[in-house]
Nanobody, 124 residues
Framework: QVQLVESGGGLVQAGGSLRLSCAAS????????MGWFRQAPGKGREFVAA????????YYADSLKGRFTISRDNAKNTMKLQMNNLKPEDTAVYYC?????????????????WGQGTQVTVSS
């Protein structure tokens, strides 16, 4: 059974940084692409970043390029999201997802499994 567990969320002031982690178990982590999505109150799930199984290919939401960095460590079965220069509009629950493919995608419909989410709150 696949399990994804996010951690690292919290309350931070605007301009600050957070690093989210996603720990995966249940199947061979290095075979599957991963992604981060977020959902703010009253809004749909929004793509943040995605990474291929090898880590060689990454995608970012256009509005987040330059501030967020996705990475993975296949030896440790973990994926991370480094978030810098955070803004109040980044406030959301952040979810990690795992695909059933090695190819990264920006669509949430391409993900088979999801974590429970971690709250990120950015104060102004």
């Amino acid at each position: 059974q696949v399990q994804l567990v996010e951690s690292g969320g919290g309350l931070v002031q605007a301009g600050g940084s957070l690093r989210l982690s996603c720990a995966a178990s249940g199947r061979t982590f290095s075979m599957y692409a991963m992604g981060w999505f977020r959902q703010a109150p009253g809004k749909g799930r929004e793509f943040v970043a995605a990474i291929s199984s090898s880590g060689s290919t990454t995608y970012y939401a256009d509005s987040l390029k330059g501030r967020f960095t996705i990475s993975r460590d296949n030896a440790k079965n973990t994926m991370k999201l480094q978030m810098n220069n955070l803004k109040p509009e980044d406030t959301a629950v952040y979810y990690c997802g795992q695909r059933g493919s090695d190819v990264a995608t920006v669509s949430s419909r391409g993900y088979d499994y999801w974590g429970q989410g971690t709250q990120v709150t950015v104060s102004s």
